[in-house]
């Protein structure tokens, strides 16, 4: 098993920053590709960003591109979302999750991942 703990969430204005964190422990890590999803209220969990094994594969969605940076610390079995210029429209609980090493595309599709964490609220406030 892995286990996976977010955090860095919280409330923030509109064009504002966070930097949300997932520890992992229980696998090794650098065995595992990495993705940020998110679940607004009343919809459906989407992916936002994902990060592959050694860091030199990235890939998200367009609503982030340009604002939202995913980075990962293999020394600190750590994985990183940088949101910037955040908007309303950002408002969510993020999860991070693990996937053993997969293809770009496999790492945007959340039901390939089977390891999550338990999701950080983030509000935007307008």
């Known amino acids: 098993q892995m286990q996976l703990v977010e955090s860095g969430g919280g409330l923030v204005q509109d064009g504002g920053s966070l930097r949300l964190s997932c520890a992992a422990s229980?696998?090794?890590?650098?065995?595992?590709?990495m993705g940020w999803f998110r679940q607004a209220p009343g919809k459906d969990r989407e992916f936002v960003a994902a990060?592959?094994?050694?860091?030199?594969?990235?890939v998200d969605v367009d609503p982030v591109k340009g604002r939202f940076t995913i980075s990962r610390d293999n020394a600190r079995n750590t994985v990183y979302l940088q949101m910037n210029s955040l908007k309303p429209e950002d408002t969510a609980v993020y999860y991070c999750?693990?996937?053993?090493?997969?293809?770009?595309?496999?790492?945007?599709?959340?039901?390939?991942?089977?390891?999550w964490g338990q999701g950080t609220q983030v509000t935007v406030s307008s």
């Open positions: 999750a693990a996937v053993f090493r997969t293809t770009t595309q496999g790492m945007t599709n959340l039901k390939n991942y089977p390891y």
């Open positions: 229980g696998r090794t890590f650098i065995n595992y590709d």
């Open positions: 990060i592959s094994w050694n860091g030199d594969n990235t």
